[in-house]
């Protein structure tokens, strides 16, 4: 299965798992697991489940155990167009579905393995800083930044830190700060829900909060009086 988007939680017997979007895992049968998400998340997997294993050694799974690996764009587009191929002959099966099934399964499979034997070397920084800063837009609101990015990386806080430093100049809560930012004009233009559900959805827990941050990321006082004074007159 392969995480779309959201942030969705795996759950074995004794423990949870936090994913994100670019996750691919191959479950086995007999690992006892289930999903569950945010009380206000929504989460998009996409799911195949084979009568049979994996035909590549690299993409197998011990009994009652799981595989996970991240994804780059690319073979995340790639998993996509497997997925709708599936779907097209399940729903308009022909005399030809069954192999065409099979071909498809061992597509997957090869592809998987591909991305396993490329996985001995560590991703290229630019691979990780896309894949940090797709994380970062589909979790806009967390609070728990580095800690969550280090997790879905796979990396050190200093290691996490150095790649924001060389690449953008700022660390990852300052850039993830400006990109909430960011979002927050865009909802403040575009959106018809009120300020309040709005600066919530963005992680404020205060309006006052997202008032003062959207004054320090450039916007005067006069102009956040004028958006919070003509979206309250729409909202009357």
């Known amino acids: 299965m392969l995480v ?15 994913l994100g979007p670019g996750e691919f895992l191959v479950i086995d049968p007999d690992c ?5 998400d945010q009380l206000d998340g929504q989460s998009e997997l996409l799911v195949w489940i084979w009568r049979t294993g994996p035909r590549c050694s690299e993409c197998s799974t011990a009994p009652a155990s799981y595989r996970q690996w991240t994804i780059g764009t690319r073979l995340w587009r790639k998993l996509e167009q497997f997925h709708d191929l599936c779907r097209h ?15 498809l399964h061992l597509a997957i499979d090869i592809t998987v393995a591909r991305l ?19 994380w970062m837009a589909q ?5 728990n930044l580095t800690e969550s990015l280090c997790e879905y990386l796979q990396i050190s806080r200093t290691a996490l830190s150095r790649m924001f430093q060389t690449q953008y100049g700022v660390s990852p809560s300052v850039l993830h700060h400006r990109l909430r930012m960011a979002k927050a004009h865009e909802m403040l233009k575009t959106e018809h829900s009120s300020v309040e559900a709005i600066a919530s959805s963005l992680g404020f827990k205060h309006l006052d909060d997202f008032s003062r941050a959207l004054k320090r990321f450039g916007k005067s006082p006069v102009e956040i009086s004028r958006i919070l004074n003509s979206r309250s007159l729409k909202e009357s």
């Open 89 to 103: 002959e399940v729903e308009q099966p022909d005399e030809y579905t069954n192999l065409a099934i099979k071909q």
């Open 32 to 36: 006892a697991s289930g999903w569950a």
């Open 116 to 134: 396993v034997r490329n996985k001995a070397q560590p991703p290229e920084p630019s691979v990780r800083m896309e894949l940090a800063l797709r």
């Open 139 to 143: 979790n806009i609101a967390e609070q």
């Open 4 to 18: 779309n988007r959201g942030k969705p939680t795996l759950v074995f017997e004794n423990r949870r798992k936090v």
